[in-house]
C-alpha cells in the first residue's frame, strides 16, 4: 500500500511569520512530488511541484524534497490569511513515457494564520 | 473558456435515480481523472483514461460506470448509488507521463 502522510493540525502560525508544512512518503520509486492548496468547499488547486533533491522557490512558496528521507516539505514565507487553507501533499509513482500520472494524495494539512 | 470544467456543482440524487456528471478540459491534455473526496479521507482516484483509454480502475464499484469519448470529455455514470457515495467528485486533467494534475471545481453529490 503506497501511503503519503501529513498531519492533520490545524497548524496556527502568526501573519508574517514562515509555515512549515511536512509530508512523507512510502514509494521509494516516487519520481514527482506536488503540493496542492484547497479552500473550504472548494477544487485543489497547484502550488508547487519538485522533482530533484534539494530546493525549489517560487515566490514566498519554497517546495524541499530529500528523497533518501522520503521527505518533502512546503515552506510559506511571510504567511497570510488568505493561505489560511488545507494543503494536500502528492506523489507520483516512476512512470513510464507516455502513461498517465497515478497521484496518491494525503490527507491534506490545515493551516490556519491568525492576525 | 478554459481550464477543466465540471458540470452540475451540486447534485442530490435518490438511491434509485440514474445520473451522470460532465467534465469538460481545454487544456489540450490527454489523460483525464475522476477522484472522490469524502471528509476526513485522502482523495481516491477512481479511473484514468490515457488518450481516450481506460488505464485504470481503482477497484470502484460498478454502480459508477465511466465514459471518454473523446480526450477532452469525462463522463461519470451513476445509478442505484448509496449513502455512502455522497462526496465531492472531481475531475482533472494531465500531459502524461507526468505533469501536475489541474482540477475542475467538482460536483458535491448528495445520495438521499
Known amino acids: 500500500q503506497k501511503e503519503v502522510e501529513q498531519n492533520s493540525g490545524p497548524l496556527s502560525v502568526p501573519e508574517g511569520a514562515i509555515a512549515s508544512l511536512n509530508c512523507t512518503y512510502s514509494?521509494?520509486?516516487?519520481?514527482?512530488f506536488f503540493w496542492y492548496r484547497q479552500y473550504s468547499g472548494k477544487s485543489p488547486e497547484l502550488i508547487m511541484f519538485i522533482y530533484s533533491n534539494g530546493d525549489k522557490e517560487d515566490g514566498r512558496f519554497t517546495a524541499q524534497l530529500n528523497k533518501a528521507s522520503q521527505y518533502v516539505s512546503l515552506l510559506i514565507r511571510d504567511s497570510q490569511p488568505s493561505d489560511s487553507a488545507t494543503y494536500l501533499c502528492a506523489v507520483n509513482p516512476a512512470v513510464e513515457t507516455g502513461t498517465a500520472s497515478k497521484l496518491t494524495f494525503g490527507t491534506g494539512t490545515r493551516l490556519q494564520v491568525t492576525l | 473558456e478554459t481550464g477543466v470544467t465540471q458540470t452540475p456543482r451540486h447534485l442530490v440524487m435518490g438511491m434509485t435515480n440514474k445520473k451522470s456528471l460532465k467534465c469538460e478540459q481545454h487544456l489540450g491534455h490527454n489523460a483525464m481523472y475522476w477522484y472522490k473526496q469524502s471528509a476526513k479521507k485522502p482523495l481516491e482516484l477512481m479511473f484514468v483514461y490515457n488518450f481516450k483509454e481506460q488505464t485504470e480502475n481503482n477497484s470502484v464499484p460498478s454502480r459508477f460506470s465511466p465514459e471518454c469519448p473523446n480526450s477532452s470529455h469525462l463522463f461519470l455514470h451513476l445509478h442505484t448509488l448509496q449513502p455512502e457515495d455522497s462526496a465531492l467528485y472531481l475531475c482533472?486533467?494531465?500531459?502524461?507521463?507526468?505533469?501536475?494534475?489541474?482540477f475542475g471545481n467538482g460536483t458535491r453529490l448528495t445520495v438521499t
Open positions: 482533472a486533467s494531465s500531459q502524461p507521463p507526468s505533469s501536475p494534475l489541474h
Open positions: 514509494d521509494r520509486g516516487s519520481q514527482s
